[in-house]
T-cell receptor, first 111, second 113 residues
Framework: GQQLNQSPQSMFIQEGEDVSMNCTSS?????WLWYKQDPGEGPVLLIA?????ELTSNGRLTAQFGITRKDSFLNISASIPSDVGIYFC???????????FGAGTQVVVTP | DAGVTQSPTHLIKTRGQQVTLRCSPK?????VSWYQQALGQGPQFIFQ???????QRGNFPDRFSGHQFPNYSSELNVNALLLGDSALYLC????????????FGDGTRLSIL
């Protein structure tokens, strides 16, 4: 089963609002990743974090690798309709190893 | 530059049958991982292949097996299909000895009747 706790499960927001979601784990990871999945497609990488405390941005997206290595968050600023989708966090212990995913956060953006 | 490609996109089988799913990794990638994604859940790791060998395995029964070919492409085989095997099967590729994250294909949607 899932080892990562991702919250919230879903979010209904208005266009232009900021979105924040997070992921926590009972064990440490050396890499945290954030993916977005649209219906009928595979997950697409948004941001990769490799160092505890690291804060990384990709356009309107910002993510942080928690200093305990057991958590990460993702922020989306000024949401737009194409931000709709399911966002997944994933933790990785070895750089070549398996990804452990959260259950996802569904984001719905209304005009 | 083609990304990860999977075939077929959809498949319908009945209980007890066997199925083979295929994956071609992104150009330059040599490692293939397979994941099962049930409806409404995150992907669950099945196993990973590198240098034509299974290197890491998740908590899946041995009805799930795989293979990697010299050109790095991979197959996932599932025997004695159960209703609970209905899911989206995702293939992800990566490059060994690099910090590059895994890139996913669009998956094969398997439905068991």
């Amino acid at each position: 089963g899932q080892q990562l706790n991702q919250s919230p499960q879903s979010m209904f927001i208005q266009e232009g609002e900021d979105v924040s979601m997070n992921c926590t784990s009972s064990s440490i990871f050396n890499t945290w990743l954030w993916y977005k999945q649209d219906p009928g497609e595979g997950p697409v990488l948004l941001i990769a974090l490799y160092k505890a405390g690291e804060l990384t941005s990709n356009g309107r997206l910002t993510a942080q690798f928690g200093i305990t290595r057991k958590d990460s968050f993702l922020n989306i600023s000024a949401s737009i309709p194409s931000d709709v989708g399911i966002y997944f966090c994933a933790g990785q212990l070895a750089s070549w190893g398996k990804l452990q995913f959260g259950a996802g956060t569904q984001v719905v953006v209304t005009p | 530059d083609a990304g990860v490609t999977q075939s077929p996109t959809h498949l319908i089988k009945t209980r007890g049958q066997q199925v083979t799913l295929r994956c071609s990794p992104k150009s330059g990638h040599d490692t293939v991982s397979w994941y099962q994604q049930a409806l409404g859940q995150g992907p669950q790791f099945i196993f990973q292949y590198y240098e034509e060998e299974e290197r890491q395995r998740g908590n899946f029964p041995d009805r799930f097996s795989g293979h990697q070919f010299p050109n790095y492409s991979s197959e996932l085989n599932v025997n004695a299909l159960l209703l609970g095997d209905s899911a989206l099967y995702l293939c992800a590729s990566s490059r060994q000895n690099s910090n590059q994250p895994q890139h996913f294909g669009d998956g094969t949607r398997l439905s068991i009747l």
